[in-house]
């Protein structure tokens, strides 16, 4: 029998996951930047910006935890092309939405600090999320993990 990873090694799982999320949402923004409205195109910076400076953190979390960050892939394969700013706004409340969930799996493993930064960064994507699609979710973090609804 596999004996059951460590809470610790858990928890390292969980950064690396959230950090590999993030490398592909600044990956993301910079084609959702190319592609957005001039009404957006600031919001789309922001966003930008604030994944690099979570991208950074989360290495530095996972040194301090003994691991080694992993790096970011050249390139990330797009859900679908992105012609128009409309489907720019659609891929950025997807990336936010996968990054929520990264952040949940975090919030899972992790605790401490690293829970706490894992839970605001969750919260910060939820909001992302919501203005990029004009609506919230119930459980951000989750949607992705959602069963389809059973009908009798």
């Given at each position: 029998?596999?004996p059951e990873?460590?809470p610790?090694?858990?928890?390292?799982?969980?950064?690396q996951?959230?950090?590999?999320?993030?490398?592909?949402?600044?990956?993301?923004?910079?084609?959702?930047g190319a592609?957005?409205?001039a009404?957006?195109?600031?919001?789309a910076?922001?966003?930008y910006?604030?994944?690099?400076a979570r991208?950074?953190?989360?290495?530095r979390?996972?040194?301090?935890m003994g691991g080694?960050?992993?790096?970011a892939e050249?390139?990330?394969?797009?859900?679908y092309?992105?012609?128009?700013?409309?489907?720019?706004?659609?891929?950025?409340?997807?990336?936010?939405d996968?990054?929520?969930g990264?952040?949940s799996?975090l919030?899972?493993?992790?605790?401490g600090?690293?829970?706490?930064?894992?839970a605001?960064a969750?919260?910060?994507?939820?909001v992302?999320?919501a203005r990029?699609?004009?609506?919230?979710v119930?459980?951000?973090?989750?949607?992705?993990?959602?069963a389809?609804?059973?009908?009798?």
């Open positions: 029998m596999k990873p460590s610790a090694h858990r928890a390292l799982e969980a950064a996951a959230a950090l590999a999320a993030e490398h592909a949402a600044a990956y993301g923004y910079g084609v959702i592609r957005a409205s009404a957006r195109a600031e919001e910076r922001e966003a910006g604030g994944h690099l991208r950074d953190a989360l290495a979390s996972v040194r301090e080694s960050p992993r790096p050249p390139a990330y394969a797009l859900p092309e992105v012609r128009t700013p409309a489907d720019a706004e659609r891929l950025a409340a997807e990336i936010e996968r990054v929520a990264a952040y799996d919030v899972r493993a992790a605790d600090r690293l829970r706490r930064e894992a605001d969750l919260s910060a994507a939820a992302r999320a990029w699609r004009g609506t919230g119930a459980f951000p973090g989750l949607t992705e993990r959602a389809p609804a059973r009908t009798s």
